[in-house]
């Protein structure tokens, strides 16, 4: 029987991985954006961006430059099969009543970070992937979905709130909040991402009823 993610918990867990490394994650985004228009650097610090789930799930602080590391860039050819692959898939998917396709994105969330962290070919992180959500697809996403949708909420109450009238200091307080929850909400999303990938890898879940967990190694087999 699978195990299955604690959404409130690994919120919770993802948003403390995400504030050890806030800082880190900023800069190394900032970085990334500004970057992003340079030919053939853009492909190694995009790999390179796939595997920060990886290295907060290891609790590894990261260093903002790492993503202008080499060895990123040596393994570009079976990057663009294996994002070829989901795409195409995930598009396939899509065409058939739109459900398939969230499905199979879903299950396949984690194979590029299993592609650089695991060093895996492209069909083996897919395969990985799928093996590693099954039975936690919707909680997956239910967990991704509610520190999104709680950006969102924040950012229309901010809005709503500083639009009244037409003072335009209040419009500039307004922008500067709503920035400020977009700055604290994309580690906070890749946050989560790397406790769920820890969770997944390791099999030890956060949250979990430490009876319930204790259960399959106190029963004896039976004759």
Excluded: H
Aim: hydrophobic content about 55%; some cysteine; glycine content about 6%.
């Amino acid at each position: 029987m699978n195990k299955r993610i604690n959404i409130m918990a690994t919120i919770k867990d993802g948003v403390a991985l995400a504030l050890l490394n806030y800082l880190s994650l900023v800069l190394t985004t900032v970085l990334y954006i500004v970057t992003l228009w340079v030919p053939y650097i853009n492909v190694g610090t995009t790999i390179a961006m796939c595997s920060l789930p990886a290295e907060m799930a290891k609790g590894n602080v990261i260093n903002p430059l790492f993503i202008f590391d080499g060895k990123y860039r040596s393994n570009m050819g079976e990057f663009f099969i294996l994002y070829a692959l989901m795409t195409g898939a995930i598009l396939v998917g899509l065409f058939f009543m739109v459900i398939p396709g969230i499905v199979i994105s879903i299950a396949w969330t984690y194979a590029l970070v299993l592609f650089v962290d695991k060093n895996m070919s492209a069909l083996d992180s897919l395969r990985e992937s799928n093996r590693l959500t099954y039975g936690n697809k919707w909680r997956i996403f239910a967990a991704q979905f509610l520190v999104a949708f709680c950006l969102q909420i924040s950012v229309a109450v901010v809005q709503a709130l500083f639009n009244i009238g037409d003072a335009s200091w209040l419009d500039a307080i307004g922008t500067i909040i709503v920035v400020a929850l977009v700055i604290f909400t994309i580690p906070a999303l890749i946050g989560v991402d790397a406790s769920i990938y820890k969770q997944l890898t390791t099999g030890n879940f956060v949250g979990e009823d430490p009876d319930q967990a204790a259960q399959p190694a106190d029963e004896a087999p039976k004759a």
